[in-house]
Nanobody, 123 residues
Framework: QVQLVESGGGLVQAGGSLRLSCAAS????????MGWFRQAPGKEREFVSA????????YYADSVKGRFTISRDNAKNTVYLQMNSLKPEDTAVYYC????????????????WGQGTQVTVSS
């Protein structure tokens, strides 16, 4: 099974940018569709973005569309989430996840999860 490790989180002011990375080990990422989810304090985990195996298709939650960009580098076994124009409501723990099937916005579609990385956006 694949192991996923997120990095790149931190504290940033509103309007700033961060780039999250999700590195895979044990298995090659090209076998999986990949997604990013986030969970804010006191809230359920929600879908942020997803990308197909070939990067031919990408998907975004309405709340991040136009501000976040998902990408993948299969040669580096890494998926990225570029986050621009960050808002305080983007504050959450961000998780990457891998799906052996189709990528969707549904948690149960994903088979493997990372431990998460904290993103905090100050106003």
């Amino acid at each position: 099974q694949v192991q996923l490790v997120e990095s790149g989180g931190g504290l940033v002011q509103a309007g700033g940018s961060l780039r999250l990375s999700c590195a895979a080990s044990r298995r090659t990422l090209r076998s999986y569709g990949m997604g990013w989810f986030r969970q804010a304090p006191g809230k359920e985990r929600e879908f942020v973005s997803a990308i197909s195996r070939s990067a031919g298709s990408t998907y975004y939650a309405d709340s991040v569309k136009g501000r976040f960009t998902i990408s993948r580098d299969n040669a580096k076994n890494t998926v990225y989430l570029q986050m621009n124009s960050l808002k305080p409501e983007d504050t959450a723990v961000y998780y990457c996840a891998a799906s052996v099937g189709l990528v969707t916005g549904t948690e149960r579609q994903y088979d493997f999860w990372g431990q998460g990385t904290q993103v905090t956006v100050s106003s």
